[in-house]
């Protein structure tokens, strides 16, 4: 193959996909104590309440960064070269 150059790939970084499953756990580990500090008559209906959708929408951003993902990885598998 002569004269074809091609550019040097750089890897993507996986820290911010890293990040926001820690993200999505540690807001349902808080969800999680709220509901139990409810429960124990401790907490809040509210603060359960807020933290409880918090959680959703971070585990909603991370399902939807992974499908995102898994997608782009089948398109790039999928072309044939």
């Known amino acids: 193959m002569t004269g074809v ?6 890897p993507l970084d996986p ?5 926001a499953l ?3 756990g540690a807001a349902l ?5 709220a509901e139990r500090a409810f429960a124990e008559h401790k907490g809040g209906l509210v603060e359960m309440m807020v933290e409880r959708a918090g959680a959703d929408v971070l585990l909603q951003l991370a399902t ?3 499908q995102r993902t898994t997608q782009a990885v089948s398109t790039l598998l999928g072309i044939q070269v």
């Not at 820290?15 to 990040?19: A, D, L, R, S, V």
């Not at 580990?29 to 104590?33: G, H, K, N, P, Y």
């Open 5 to 10: 150059a091609f550019e040097p790939v750089t």
């Open 29 to 33: 580990d808080r969800a999680d104590r």
């Open 22 to 24: 820690d993200a999505a």
């Open 15 to 19: 820290n911010p996909f890293k990040n």
């Open 64 to 66: 939807a960064a992974a």
